[in-house]
């Protein structure tokens, strides 16, 4: 079993991993705080949903919630073994999960491109089991799509990025990229994580991005 500062720093295995339990230990909102949506759904024909990772998820989901035509916004914790986790079994690395924002979004008032451009800008995607300050497994940067149109985008947008950031010094980018049906369940965090930076204000947010551009498919110099 992993200890201390061994299971932050690599991925736990499946059998290493803590055992979990059958259902969500504690409750979960209905409702969005600011937006006044299910969490949960249902929500209108044609949202699409997307599950981001990258770092704190208090700060990542703000970015979220205050983007045009995104239906509704979730914390929450996925891509790894431990089922129904809490927050606390999460933070020991011995769970295998990622902070992780959904976003449940009309692709008719925001496009997949424009939130994938967003994620990618709006932190370090090449720090590995940290976010800055936050280190651990679970502030891995990661997306796990739910269409084969988001993974096309999540391709095409990374590989603009990279090429973006090598110019700006930066190396490889090491996010989890995998299809949210193999990521495995989204299991929704604590009630008081639910949009937190909205009911405190000025708690801690940890994102920061690199200053580099990511180029939208279809426009900068690769269209020429």
């Excluded at 249902?42 to 990542?60: D, E, K, N, R, S």
Aim: net charge negative; glycine share 12%.
């Amino acid at each position: 079993m992993l200890f201390g500062s061994a299971a932050k720093s690599r991925m736990v295995t499946p059998a290493e991993a803590l055992p979990g339990r059958e259902s969500t230990p504690y409750p979960v909102p209905e409702t969005h705080a600011v937006l006044g949506t299910p969490l949960k759904g249902p929500w209108p024909g044609g949202t699409q949903v997307l599950y981001l990772a990258m770092g704190c998820f208090w700060g990542a989901e703000r970015i979220f919630w205050q983007t045009p035509g995104v239906v509704t916004t979730a914390v929450g914790y996925q891509g790894g073994y431990t089922p129904h986790p809490t927050y606390d079994e999460t933070c020991t690395g011995l769970t295998g999960h990622a902070e992780t924002v959904l976003v449940a979004y009309d692709p008719a008032q925001v496009s997949t491109e424009q939130l994938l451009k967003a994620f990618w800008e709006s932190h370090d995607p090449t720090q590995g089991y940290r976010q800055g300050n936050d280190r651990g497994t679970q502030y891995r940067s990661a997306i796990f799509w739910t269409t084969d149109a988001q993974r096309e985008l999540v391709e095409q947008t990374r590989e603009s990025y990279q090429q973006a950031l090598r110019e700006r010094g930066y190396g490889d980018i090491t996010t989890d990229l995998r299809p949210a049906s193999e990521a495995g369940d989204f299991y929704y965090a604590e009630d008081y994580h639910q949009q937190y930076l909205f009911r405190v204000p000025n708690g801690y947010c940890g994102l920061s991005g690199t200053g580099a551009s990511c180029p939208l498919p279809g426009t900068g110099p690769a269209a020429d």
